[in-house]
T-cell receptor, first 114, second 112 residues
Framework: NAGVTQTPKFQVLKTGQSMTLQCAQD?????MYWYRQDPGMGLRLIYY???????DKGEVPNGYNVSRLNKREFSLRLESAAPSQTSVYFC?????????????FGEGSRLTVL | DQQVKQNSPSLSVQEGRISILNCDYT??????FLWYKKYPAEGPTFLIS?????DKNEDGRFTVFLNKSAKHLSLHIVPSQPGDSAVYFC???????????FGTGTSLTVIP
């Protein structure tokens, strides 16, 4: 099983450009998440989707939009990239609703905004 | 405001000794706690978890302890091995809700 697959793995953008990070999971999970990892900041939640058809803001949603395309896919869009959005982005999924159950992460997408 | 804190950015331990990684949280509504391990250029992988109804959970060399009154959890690795060298994140989830909050991570180096 591939688990959680993210594309692209690397991307360089210029300030003001737009792009979409794609995420797909093959574990039939209901919930999907987008996190960003920055030095000294840990993993911070951008947006999440508890189930198909729903999305909610996380801790740092400004400058991002998301689309839960179907149960498998959850995309993250940067409409006008800024240098502050240079980061490593991780998509994750989880079975829901359960009282326990961990997040399964993809390998990450490294984005540099010049 | 960081609801999950890992105050030690790094830790070095000799091979074979115990590694103790600490995590504090501020939200009393958290009831499920997890530890993740992350190697460079890879995604975090789940290590061990504990529910708030327990104070200890063991899985092989890894044990997580939860002290609810102190809002503190710790991860013990015994014995430590060089392959354990990685960044460790603790995470917490409230009783109601689907969000997971992560700490800033502790970089563990196990010296052969």
């Amino acid at each position: 099983n591939a688990g959680v697959t993210q594309t692209p793995k690397f991307q360089v953008l210029k300030t003001g450009q737009s792009m979409t990070l794609q995420c797909a999971q093959d574990m039939n999970h209901n919930s999907m998440y987008w996190y960003r990892q920055d030095p000294g900041m840990g993993l911070r939640l951008i947006y999440y989707s508890a189930s198909e058809g729903t999305t909610d803001k996380g801790e740092v949603p400004n400058g991002y939009n998301v689309s839960r395309l179907n149960k498998r896919e959850f995309s993250l869009r940067l409409e006008s990239a800024a240098p502050s959005q240079t980061s490593v982005y991780f998509c994750a999924s989880r079975e829901y609703p359960t009282n326990t159950g961990e997040l399964f992460f993809g390998e990450g997408s490294r984005l540099t905004v010049l | 405001d960081q609801q999950v804190k890992q105050n030690s950015p790094s830790l070095s331990v000799q091979e074979g000794r115990i590694s103790i990684l600490n995590c504090d949280y501020t939200n009393s509504m958290f009831d499920y706690f997890l530890w993740y391990k992350k190697y460079p250029a890879e995604g975090p992988t789940f290590l061990i978890s504990i529910s708030s109804i327990k104070d200890k959970n063991e899985d092989g060399r890894f044990t997580v302890f939860l002290n609810k009154s102190a809002k503190h959890l710790s991860l013990h690795i015994v014995p430590s091995q060089p392959g354990d060298s990685a960044v460790y994140f603790c995470a917490a989830r409230p009783a109601t809700g689907n969000q997971f909050y992560f700490g800033t991570g502790t970089s563990l180096t196990v010296i052969p």
